[in-house]
């Protein structure tokens, strides 16, 4: 199982004649997707919406043109020089990220998040929204692209498609799943979202 890349996501807005907000996605770290064995732990119920413990950074600040709260979801996508990212329904086809903070500085979301989405003017930062995938229990995710998408877990044609068999809180190892053994750890914040490929 290959790692879920994180991105950094900003966006181009032009402000006025005379100033414009410049911005781009591009690739910052790689999580580890750690295929181990190992079993014993608990699982949470399938929801259309998971909650998991953790998501529910704070504001902390800065300034960006994209009005959205945290614990709503987003679909992210588009290129270094030219970001989209719309508001979408959790859990919905067209949802691949969670706004789990928001900070001054995209340095300033937590360590272990996925994505991040931020605007510069004059090359200064005005403020970041912090990203995790859209996690959805019983749901399937493509992670093999630039951006995750959300799949019909019979999609033949995925990347590297996942599908979700349980999130382990207060874990940082994917030896806590008992359905699986691939998953992503999320070690800072202390919960595994445990899959199975497709």
């Not at 790689?30 to 181990?36: C, D, F, G, L």
């Not at 992210?76 to 959790?90: F, P, R, W, Y």
């Amino acid at each position: 199982m290959t790692g879920l890349v994180r991105r950094v996501c900003t966006a181009v807005v032009a402000l006025s004649a005379t100033a414009v907000l410049v911005a781009g996605c591009g690739s910052d770290t790689t999580p580890t997707a750690v295929p181990e064995s190992g079993a014993s732990a608990a699982t949470t119920s399938s929801e259309s919406t998971t909650v998991i413990d953790g998501q529910e950074g704070e504001d902390a600040g800065g300034d960006v043109d994209f009005e959205v709260a945290i614990g709503e979801c987003v679909k992210l996508g588009g290129t270094v020089s030219d970001a989209e990212i719309d508001k979408a329904v959790c859990g919905s086809a067209d949802s691949n990220y969670k706004v789990i903070a928001k900070a001054a500085k995209n340095s300033q979301c937590i360590s272990d998040a996925d994505s991040y989405y931020y605007e510069t003017l004059g090359g200064i930062e005005q403020g970041a929204i912090c990203l995790d995938v859209d996690w959805v229990i019983g749901g399937c995710m493509d992670v093999g692209g630039e951006d995750p998408a959300r799949i019909d877990c019979g999609d033949t044609t995925a990347v590297d498609g996942v599908k979700v068999t349980e999130i382990v809180q207060g874990a940082t190892s994917v030896d806590s799943c008992s359905t699986s053994s691939n998953g992503y750890e999320y070690s800072e914040r202390k919960f595994v979202v445990c899959v199975d490929e497709l």
